[in-house]
């Protein structure tokens, strides 16, 4: 549990650092994909991708224990 959670702080930072947290608040996917993953993120549609699993995932209800 502490590495995840060592991981989860690490990506946080990420976010803050690079100033990625308003895009990924607002689901702006390009915003998000350019930003993490460089200006050619569209050829591996991370964008895209980001929006159907944020589609997909966020009208399931998860169990956290």
Same mark, same amino acid.
């Given at each position: 549990q502490t590495d995840e +959670? #060592? =991981?989860l702080d690490a990506f946080c930072e990420y *976010? +803050? &650092?690079n100033r *990625? #947290?308003?895009a990924l608040? =607002? &689901?702006d996917w %390009? @915003?998000?994909a350019k930003g993490y993953n460089?200006?050619?993120y569209w050829k591996n549609n991370y964008d895209k991708l980001? @929006? @159907?699993a944020y589609e997909k995932f966020s009208h399931e209800k998860?169990? %956290?224990n």
């Open positions: +959670k #060592s =991981q *976010l +803050k &650092h *990625l #947290s308003n608040r =607002q &689901h %390009v @915003a998000f460089g200006p050619e980001m @929006a @159907a998860t169990n %956290v």
